[in-house]
């Protein structure tokens, strides 16, 4: 593999590993469909992390763009925002808003983990694995244009085999809401804080309290969506716990961020953490999904990316140490 092109090529190959995979929601016996898999999530990952990287802007860019890729695979791909029988899986029974035909528990939980999980843990993962080139845009022009373009047949592929899997289509109200609210989210992006000078003085939260923090409101997201319904909660007081804690994250995170310095060994504690509640959550996942038969296979995916973690850990403790010699 080019040394060049290794970080765009990782970012394709790794995001869907993380996004559906290590999560448990595709098995490792479907790992065939990758290539499709990544011309959708690994291509968004990529644009939206050259956009970003490209006009200077941070991780609230990021973020923002993360949840108008969510919007648009959730509302317009796959539709499972508003198709009531999903793979069969009745996601909108809990919480359901009959005047907008979604749920807002499964609204919520699914947004989120795409902004998290597809977008921002494996753009961290692979800016720690070559941390030399992560402030460094990744893809020229050709590049760009060609990213775009497996973006969109990936896309069209998979909302053609989910209509054919499950034949269902939102209504033309619910696909341009969700449209509408995808532009909304990219044009707020375009307006999010540019990267800012930290004071020298100022220094970013240990790395231990960042992993710490990422593992706890990242569980916190997912206990809610896998025992909230069991346990019988009222959805309201549900979706209310779940918001609670993703505002409180991103209090932490502002002001953790706002006027420090951040090293990359703080960055990939945070990447660290996400990725510790997909292996752990994962396998619950996995087993509810496929059933104990693919538990090995699970556990490889789990172990691959243990491997792939270290790599990154060594990568920034290296350059972090080289930097210091300096």
């Given at each position: 593999?080019?040394?060049?092109?290794?970080?765009?090529?990782?970012?394709?190959?790794?995001?869907?590993?993380?996004?559906?995979?290590?999560?448990?929601?595709?098995?490792?016996?479907?790992?065939?469909?990758?290539?499709?898999?990544?011309?959708?999530?690994?291509?968004?990952?990529?644009?939206?992390?050259?956009?970003?990287?490209?006009?200077?802007?941070?991780?609230?860019?990021?973020?923002?763009?993360?949840?108008?890729?969510?919007?648009?695979?959730?509302?317009?791909?796959?539709?499972?925002?508003?198709?009531?029988?999903?793979?069969?899986?009745?996601?909108?029974?809990?919480?359901?808003?009959?005047?907008?035909?979604?749920?807002?528990?499964?609204?919520?939980?699914?947004?989120?983990?795409?902004?998290?999980?597809?977008?921002?843990?494996?753009?961290?993962?692979?800016?720690a694995l070559f941390p030399a080139r992560r402030t460094q845009v990744w893809l020229g022009p050709i590049g760009l244009a060609l990213t775009s373009l497996l973006f969109l047949v990936g896309?069209?592929?998979?909302?053609?085999?989910?209509?054919?899997?499950?034949?269902?289509?939102?209504?033309?109200?619910?696909?341009?809401?969700?449209?509408?609210?995808?532009?909304?989210?990219?044009?707020?992006?375009?307006?999010?804080?540019?990267?800012?000078?930290?004071?020298?003085?100022?220094?970013?939260?240990?790395?231990?309290?960042?992993?710490?923090?990422?593992?706890?409101?990242?569980?916190?997201?997912?206990?809610?969506?896998?025992?909230?319904?069991?346990?019988?909660?009222?959805?309201?007081?549900?979706?209310?716990?779940?918001?609670?804690?993703?505002?409180?994250?991103?209090?932490?995170?502002?002001?953790?961020?706002?006027?420090?310095?951040?090293?990359?060994?703080?960055?990939?504690?945070?990447?660290?953490?996400?990725?510790?509640?997909?292996?752990?959550?994962?396998?619950?996942?996995?087993?509810?999904?496929?059933?104990?038969?693919?538990?090995?296979?699970?556990?490889?995916?789990?172990?691959?990316?243990?491997?792939?973690?270290?790599?990154?850990?060594?990568?920034?403790?290296?350059?972090?140490?080289?930097?210091?010699?300096?």
């Amino acid at each position: 593999m080019s040394t060049r092109f290794a970080p765009a090529l990782s970012l394709f190959v790794l995001t869907p590993l993380v996004a559906e995979y290590l999560l448990g929601s595709l098995p490792m016996s479907m790992i065939t469909i990758l290539p499709i898999i990544a011309a959708m999530y690994g291509s968004a990952a990529l644009l939206i992390r050259e956009l970003a990287r490209r006009t200077g802007r941070g991780w609230g860019t990021v973020a923002l763009l993360g949840l108008a890729y969510g919007l648009i695979e959730e509302g317009l791909v796959d539709q499972s925002l508003f198709n009531p029988d999903y793979l069969h899986l009745r996601l909108l029974d809990y919480g359901y808003l009959p005047a907008f035909g979604i749920a807002l528990p499964w609204s919520i939980y699914v947004l989120t983990i795409h902004v998290v999980w597809s977008i921002c843990v494996p753009i961290g993962l692979v800016e720690a694995l070559f941390p030399a080139r992560r402030t460094q845009v990744w893809l020229g022009p050709i590049g760009l244009a060609l990213t775009s373009l497996l973006f969109l047949v990936g896309s069209a592929m998979i909302a053609a085999f989910t209509y054919k899997t499950a034949p269902f289509m939102a209504s033309p109200g619910q696909l341009s809401g969700a449209a509408v609210a995808a532009a909304a989210a990219a044009i707020s992006a375009a307006f999010a804080w540019r990267r800012h000078r930290p004071d020298a003085e100022r220094q970013a939260p240990a790395a231990w309290l960042l992993f710490v923090a990422a593992f706890l409101a990242g569980s916190g997201v997912m206990a809610c969506r896998y025992f909230g319904s069991a346990l019988q909660l009222a959805w309201p007081l549900y979706v209310a716990v779940m918001l609670a804690i993703e505002a409180g994250f991103i209090i932490f995170m502002i002001r953790a961020t706002r006027g420090r310095r951040w090293t990359d060994v703080q960055r990939f504690a945070l990447v660290a953490g996400g990725l510790a509640v997909y292996a752990l959550f994962g396998v619950f996942i996995d087993r509810a999904l496929h059933g104990a038969a693919d538990l090995v296979p699970h556990l490889a995916i789990i172990l691959f990316f243990v491997v792939v973690t270290a790599i990154a850990g060594a990568q920034v403790r290296s350059a972090r140490a080289a930097e210091a010699r300096e």
